[in-house]
C-alpha cells in the first residue's frame, strides 16, 4: 500500500484532527486538572466553574464533528 | 392503590409492550441468517441512531453514574470526555468497519480480523475475548434490572426475581424475533430513557431544592469535597481519568455488540451522521446523572448501594406514577444494552464458532435455533453472576471495557493502511500481553501508580504486536491488497457509491 491513513490528506480533515484532538486534551490531565485547581471555588450563573469548563470542551468538540460532517471530512 | 403498586404496574405495562414488539418482529422476520443477525444491513439513521445509543447507555448511565457522582463527586462528568470520543471513533473508524461489511459480506468482528490475518487462531481468540468481557456487561444490566424492581416494589419483589423476570423477558423477545426484535424495541427504550431521566432529575431537583441551581448551590456550600478533584475517596486521579476515558471509548466500540451495528447500516454516510451527532445524546445524559448523584448525596448520605440512589430518592420523594414511569425508562435503558449484548454474544458463538467448526452446513433455520439455545445459556450465565457477586455498575463495564480494548491493535491494523501491515503472530502476541497484564494491573497490583489497568494492558498490547509483528510475516500482499485495496478506494476514492449505496439518512 502507499500512504498511511493515520495522516489526513484534506484541509479540513487536518483542521478536524487538529482541532478535536487539540480540545481533547483540555479535558484530558495535566491540563484539566490544573484548570480545576485554578478556578476552584468559583462559579458561572450557578454552576460549579469547572462543570462548565468541562461542558463547554464537550460541546465544541461535538462542534468538530459536526463541521467535519459538513465538510465531508 | 398503594404507590408500589402503580410503580410497579407501570413497569410491568412497559414490559408488556416490549413483549408485543418481539412478537411483531417475529412476524415480519424471514428465516435468514443475515435479517436475524444483522437487520438484513437496511438499518436507516433514525433507528441505528436510537439503537446504537439505547445500547451506549445502560443501567449503567441511568444508576451506576448516579451512583459515581453520589460517591466520587463531578469527576464523574469525565463522562464526557469517553461520549465524545465514541462519536470521534464511529466517525473515523466505525464507517472503515461499515465499508469492509458491506464489501466482504462480514457478520462478526472476528469474521473480518481473521480475513485479514489470515487465520483461524485470530478468528478463534477475537471471539472468546468479545463475548467472554461482555458477559460482565450482561451481569452490570441484570443487577440494575433487579435494583429498580426491588425499589419499586418496596422489596416486596426481590432482587433475584425481579433478575431473573426481566433477563426472562429479554432474553424472550430476543429469541423470538432476532435483532430486528432488539431495533424495534431500542427505538422505544431509547427515547423513553432520554426522557425519563431528564424528567426525574428535574422534577426530585424542584421538590428537594427549589430547582437545578439551586441544588448546585447547596452542593457547593455542603459538600465542596464533591466538587472537587480526584473527590473525596481520591478515585479521580490523572490515571484514572485518561484510562476510564480510554477504556469507555475504545472499550466499549469494540463490543460486539457496538461493532454490529456498524454493519446493519444502509451507507457509510449514515454512520457518520451518527458519529457527529449520538455524543449529543449521550453525553447529555450525564447532566441530570449529576443533578441526581450530587443531590442524593445531601439527602440521603449513607446509602448502602449507591447505584441504588435514584430509584430510592424516585420512590421516596415523587408521586408513584411518575415513579413508575420514570423507572420503566431505567429499565429501558437496562433492558436496550442486554438485549443488544445477547444478541452480539449469540451472532459471535453461533457464526464465528458453531457454523464454522460444529456443524457448518444446516441450513438458516437450524442457525436461528442454535443462537435461540445460546442466549438461553448467556441468561443463565448472566442470572448467576448478577445474583452471586455485586460490584459498582461502573466499575463492571470499565472492566468489560478494558478487556475489549485487547482488539484494538489488531482492529486498527486491519481498517488503517499503513506501509508494515501487522501479523496474525503479532496480533495473537497482543491480545496475550495485554490480557496478562490486565490481570496484573486490575488483580495482583491494581492500578500501579494510579494508571488505569485498562492504559496498563492496551500499552502491553501495543508493545507485544508490534514487536512481534516486525518480527513475523505479515498477511499475503493479496489479502493485503484486497482489504487495505477496499479501505483505500473507500475512503478516497468512490466512497459509498463504489458499494452501490446511496447517501440518504433518513430512518
New interface residues.
Partial sequence: ??R???VP?TAAGFVSVVA?LGL?AL????L??WV??SI??M?V????A??VY??G??FS??GV??W??WKRV | MESWIVATGLIFAYILVTIVLGFLANRAMTVDLEDFLLYGRQAGFVVLYLTVVASYHSAFAFLGSGGFFYTHGIGFWEAGTWTVLVGAITYTLGVRIWALGKRFRYITPAEMLADFYESEAVRVVVALVSVLFTILYIQVQAQGLGYIISVASGDRISFELGTLVLLIVAGGYLMAGGLRAVYWTDVIQGVWMYVAVWAGALVLAERLFGGPFALWRRVAAERPDLLRLPGPEGFFTPGMWIGMSVALSFGIVLQPHMMIRYYTATSGRVIKWLGATTPIFLMTLYIPAAMVGLGGALILPDLATPDRIFPELLVMYAPAWLTGLILAGATAAAMSTLDSILHANMTVLTRDVYQRYVAPDRDAGHYVWVGRGIVLGLLVIGYVLSVNTYGFLVTLVTLSGAGALQLLPGTLGVCYPTRRPLSKAGVLAGIGAGMIALYWTLVVVPHPLGMHAAIWSLASNFTACLVVSRLTAPPTPETVERIHGAIEDYVYGSGDEGLGEGLGVSG
Wanted: glycine residues 12%; proline residues 9%; charged residues 10%.
Fill in positions: 500500500m502507499g498511511s491513513h493515520y490528506r478535536f481533547m479535558a484530558q490531565p495535566p484539566a486538572f480545576e485547581r476552584a471555588g462559579s450563573l450557578g454552576l460549579p469547572f462543570y468541562l461542558g470542551i464537550y468538540l461535538i464533528l459536526l467535519a460532517l
